[in-house]
């Protein structure tokens, strides 16, 4: 039989879907043990990385539930004299925007719980990549919107850093034909390189 899926070439195949769909929950699962000092441990080696990379406008991110809280991270690299931007999310199957954000910017709310700075909009330089699970490879699993995947592929020559707690490591992460490793992962406990 075949799968139920419309695009087969489009996309990936309905036994990748379900292995991610799997990963992911088991993945989303470890995540909510993260304590605050794992995140304090995680912002500072983060800001860090961020601080001795090249990038004046630079992507980060603002907590969902459950995630590691890296607004000091924002609040770092600002305080630093750099564009701090954070993404505006749209309907499922485009790139992520991003928008300004200062420590006096209004945040608004956006799409699956996001918040969006009220700012203009402006293309990041160097791009913090949160992930949901990841592994030894550069392998990177998100919450299956494609967001990050389909923003990176737009901005080619973007530096892509992913971050995550060492406890959403997994084995190995199924990829498909639009995953491409990331070059640089962050977490708590050390810095991954891959190229
Ligand atoms: N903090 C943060 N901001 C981010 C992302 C992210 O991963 N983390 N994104 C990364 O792409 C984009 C938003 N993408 C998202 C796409 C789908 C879902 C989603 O389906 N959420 C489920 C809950 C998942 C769960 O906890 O089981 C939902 O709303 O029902 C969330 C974010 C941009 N902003
Ligand atoms: N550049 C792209 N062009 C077209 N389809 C894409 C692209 N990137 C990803 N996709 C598709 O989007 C769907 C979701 O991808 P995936 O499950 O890898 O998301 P994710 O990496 O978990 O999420 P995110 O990138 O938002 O963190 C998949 O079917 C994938 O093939």
């Known amino acids: 039989m075949v799968a139920p899926h419309s695009a087969p070439f489009m996309s990936d195949s309905y036994e990748l879907t379900q292995e991610k ?6 993945c989303l699962r470890a995540m909510k043990a993260h304590t605050p000092a794992q995140d304090d441990a995680l912002c500072q080696r983060l800001s860090a990385v961020l601080l001795a990379s090249h990038g004046a406008t ?4 603002w907590p969902l539930p459950h995630e590691a809280d890296i607004r000091p991270v924002c609040h770092a690299l600002s305080n630093a004299g750099r564009c701090v931007v954070l993404p505006d999310t749209p309907p499922r199957g485009h790139a992520l925007t991003f928008r300004v954000w200062t420590p006096d910017t209004p945040l ?9 700075p009220d700012g203009p909009e402006r293309k990041p330089q ?18 299956g919107g494609g967001y990050y995947d389909r923003t990176l592929a737009a901005l080619p020559g973007v530096t892509a850093i992913g971050y995550a707690l060492s406890l959403q490591e997994t084995e190995k992460v199924p990829t498909g034909t639009y995953d491409k490793p990331l070059s640089c992962i962050v977490t708590e406990k050390e810095t991954l390189y891959f190229d």
């Not at 949160?130 to 699993?141: A, K, W």
């Open 126 to 143: 160097l791009i913090l990549v949160p992930l949901v699970g990841y592994d030894r490879q550069g392998n990177r699993l998100g919450y």
């Open 108 to 116: 608004l709310p956006g799409r699956f719980g996001t918040f969006v």
């Open 21 to 26: 769909k799997h990963l992911r929950a088991d």
């Open 58 to 61: 630079v992507a980060c991110v």
